[in-house]
């Protein structure tokens, strides 16, 4: 997937470089095949009995899909109720696109457990049916997806999980099939809603409250390969709990470039996982840790360009003030980037 190499777009969080492209990338092709989603949807599902569930269970969904950040992004939101047991729901985003390089496609779903991780797949336009996979699979598993569209009604799905031996963990099977009518608010409110947790929620999901809310940004370029005359920049952030407070959700904004982005607490590595997504259709990772000492977020990127040392530290100042100091050094002593972010609470 390409770095982001525009200005920096997640006011005063965890932004990656700033940079030089002027004109924006043309959108692939292929993201076409992901509008066949756009639309509203009733999900039924069967898992079968297998290891992760004994006796199976029936679920129902409730799903909307749209193309958004200028139609490079699938956005699809899905509540899930289990069959039979009032009040028991889960939900889920999906976040869709196609990644021109590696000439897949590849998708982020966050969930209301807490769990995260991409998937890459493959088009076959003969039987019209997504074949995925994920790249963080369970430990000592695999697990593949496939969805097939019979029209442009009806999609069937199948999910599988089996361990090292062959045995089958996960057997689910769906049908979706689309709805018309006055149907469109029903699953944004019940997916905005936040109800209690499906699990306790980590502690350290708590030192994210600080940035709800609405932010004015400054960005100051020092003088580096980037910006050798160094520049600044105003910007504007928002972020909100979803997922039943298992994510942040936010947006930003600086000239005409957009983003959203996600971050959780992964309780497995114990580390801070944040996943942005441009306008421009790149995916930008970042994984962090929190400083009590200096109240502030220390933050590594996953998909840094090669040769270049980046380090990123966001810190909290009192209820109403966020700086971040984002500074890149290639391998010669040259500074890439010289950024700092301050950010404003709008009142």
Same mark, same amino acid.
């Given at each position: 997937?390409?770095?982001?190499?525009?200005?920096?777009?997640?006011?005063?969080?965890?932004?990656?470089?700033?940079?030089?492209?002027?004109?924006?990338?043309?959108?692939?092709?292929?993201?076409?095949?992901?509008?066949?989603?756009?639309?509203?949807?009733?999900?039924?599902?069967?898992?079968?009995?297998?290891?992760?569930?004994?006796?199976?269970?029936?679920?129902?969904?409730?799903?909307?899909?749209?193309?958004?950040?200028?139609?490079?992004?699938?956005?699809?939101?899905?509540?899930?109720?289990?069959?039979?047991?009032?009040?028991?729901?889960?939900?889920?985003?999906?976040?869709?696109?196609?990644?021109?390089?590696?000439?897949?496609?590849?998708?982020?779903?966050?969930?209301?457990?807490?769990?995260?991780?991409?998937?890459?797949?493959?088009?076959?336009?003969?039987?019209?049916?997504?074949?995925?996979?994920?790249?963080?699979?369970?430990?000592?598993?695999?697990?593949?997806?496939?969805?097939?569209?019979?029209?442009?009604?009806?999609?069937?799905?199948?999910?599988?999980?089996?361990?090292?031996?062959?045995?089958?963990?996960?057997?689910m099977i769906w049908t979706r099939n689309r709805q018309t009518g006055d149907v469109d608010k029903m699953t944004p409110q019940q997916w905005e809603k936040i109800g209690d947790p499906i699990e306790p929620l980590p502690t350290e999901i708590a030192k994210l409250q600080p940035f709800i809310g609405n932010w004015e940004s400054d960005y100051i370029d020092g003088p580096s390969a980037q910006a050798p005359e160094g520049k600044t920049m105003k910007g504007k952030m928002t972020a909100k709990w979803v997922l039943d407070g298992r994510f942040l959700l936010g947006? !930003?904004?600086?000239? $005409?470039?957009?983003?959203?982005?996600?971050?959780?607490? &992964?309780? #497995?590595? +114990?580390?801070? /996982?944040?996943?942005?997504?441009?306008?421009?259709?790149?995916?930008?990772?970042?994984?962090?840790?929190?400083?009590?000492?200096?109240?502030?977020?220390?933050?590594?990127?996953?998909?840094?360009?090669?040769?270049?040392?980046?380090?990123?530290?966001?810190?909290?100042?009192?209820?109403?003030?966020?700086? !971040?100091?984002?500074? $890149?050094?290639?391998?010669?002593?040259?500074?890439?980037? &010289?950024? #700092?972010? +301050?950010?404003? /609470?709008?009142?």
């Amino acid at each position: 997937m390409k770095i982001n190499n525009l200005a920096l777009l997640l006011s005063g969080l965890f932004l990656n470089t700033a940079a030089s492209a002027q004109n924006p990338p043309t959108k692939p092709p292929e993201l076409v095949v992901l509008e066949q989603y756009v639309g509203n949807w009733v999900t039924d599902v069967t898992n079968k009995p297998a290891v992760w569930d004994r006796h199976g269970t029936l679920y129902r969904t409730t799903n909307q899909a749209e193309m958004i950040l200028d139609g490079w992004f699938l956005h699809h939101i899905e509540v899930t109720q289990v069959v039979g047991a009032p009040g028991k729901e889960s939900k889920s985003l999906f976040l869709w696109t196609f990644d021109q390089d590696k000439k897949h496609f590849v998708a982020w779903p966050f969930q209301s457990t807490g769990n995260t991780g991409p998937s890459v797949g493959d088009w076959n336009a003969a039987t019209k049916t997504f074949t995925t996979s994920l790249m963080e699979p369970p430990p000592n598993t695999t697990g593949k997806m496939t969805e097939q569209f019979l029209d442009g009604n009806t999609i069937k799905g199948h999910l599988m999980f089996t361990d090292r031996d062959g045995s089958v963990l996960m057997d689910m099977i769906w049908t979706r099939n689309r709805q018309t009518g006055d149907v469109d608010k029903m699953t944004p409110q019940q997916w905005e809603k936040i109800g209690d947790p499906i699990e306790p929620l980590p502690t350290e999901i708590a030192k994210l409250q600080p940035f709800i809310g609405n932010w004015e940004s400054d960005y100051i370029d020092g003088p580096s390969a980037q910006a050798p005359e160094g520049k600044t920049m105003k910007g504007k952030m928002t972020a909100k709990w979803v997922l039943d407070g298992r994510f942040l959700l936010g947006t !930003s904004d600086v000239g $005409s470039h957009r983003s959203i982005w996600l971050i959780g607490y &992964d309780t #497995t590595k +114990r580390h801070y /996982r944040s996943v942005r997504f441009t306008n421009h259709g790149q995916i930008d990772e970042t994984v962090g840790l929190w400083n009590d000492e200096t109240s502030s977020f220390v933050w590594n990127a996953v998909n840094d360009r090669k040769g270049v040392k980046r380090t990123n530290i966001t810190r909290i100042i009192g209820d109403y003030a966020i700086q !971040s100091h984002i500074l $890149s050094v290639d391998n010669r002593g040259n500074v890439q980037q &010289d950024l #700092t972010i +301050r950010s404003s /609470r709008r009142k």
